[in-house]
T-cell receptor
Framework: DAGVIQSPRHEVTEMGQEVTLRCKLISGHNSLFWYRQTMMRGLELLIYFNNNVPIDDSGMPEDRFSAKMPNASFSTLKIQPSEPRDSAVYFC??????????FGPGTRLLVL | GESVGLHLPTLSVQEGDNSIINCAYSNSASDYFIWYKQESGKGPQFIIDIRSNMDKRQGQRVTVLLNKTVKHLSLQIAATQPGDSAVYFCAENQSGGGADGLTFGKGTHLIIQP
């Protein structure tokens, strides 16, 4: 059974460009989480959805970040415009709610 | 705000020995805890979880201990193997399960000496 799928795995872009990260949940899971990992701040929750509804976006750094869940199995995280300080590894995770969250392999973003 | 943190950034153990990784949390309302293993270049991998109504839970070669009195969590790995080398994170939330955002500790790097 496939785990959480993220794309792209690596992204290099220039400051000011739009970046879109994609995530496919594990089949049957109904909660989706976006996290960001940096050396300085560790793993931080950005936003999460339950049954396609955003529940808590207090971790989203600023208005340049937006996330959507257009259907029960897919989500996007968009950064527009991107800045060098957005460089990090972005993970999504999913869960059925009663157990642990299962993480994807991450997208390594470098903004020049 | 309150957060989950780890006592030691690096732990070095001999292959075959037992490893104990510690975690302190500050939020007394936390009631669900998870240990994750993260290998280089990969996402965090779920190891074991425990709810606040328990003080011990065992898995395959791993045991998690929870002491709510002193807000302390530990992960014990028996007979450590080279494949156990990774960064280990504790994480917590207050929902009693996974359907809420997790707060992560900063991680402990476990190094296995041959």
């Amino acid at each position: 059974d496939a785990g959480v799928i993220q794309s792209p795995r690596h992204e290099v872009t220039e400051m000011g460009q739009e970046v879109t990260l994609r995530c496919k949940l594990i089949s049957g899971h109904n909660s989706l989480f976006w996290y960001r990992q940096t050396m300085m701040r560790g793993l931080e929750l950005l936003i999460y959805f339950n049954n396609n509804v955003p529940i808590d976006d207090s971790g989203m750094p600023e208005d340049r970040f937006s996330a959507k869940m257009p259907n029960a199995s897919f989500s996007t995280l968009k950064i527009q415009p991107s800045e060098p300080r957005d460089s990090a590894v972005y993970f999504c995770a999913s869960t059925m709610g009663l157990g642990g969250q299962y993480f994807g392999p991450g997208t390594r973003l470098l903004v020049l | 705000g309150e957060s989950v943190g780890l006592h030691l950034p690096t732990l070095s153990v001999q292959e075959g020995d037992n490893s104990i990784i510690n975690c302190a949390y500050s939020n007394s309302a936390s009631d669900y805890f998870i240990w994750y293993k993260q290998e280089s270049g990969k996402g965090p991998q779920f190891i074991i979880d425990i709810r606040s109504n328990m003080d011990k839970r065992q898995g395959q070669r791993v045991t998690v201990l929870l002491n709510k009195t002193v807000k302390h969590l530990s992960l014990q790995i028996a007979a450590t193997q080279p494949g156990d080398s990774a960064v280990y994170f504790c994480a917590e939330n207050q929902s009693g399960g996974g359907a809420d955002g997790l707060t992560f500790g900063k991680g402990t790097h476990l190094i296995i000496q041959p």
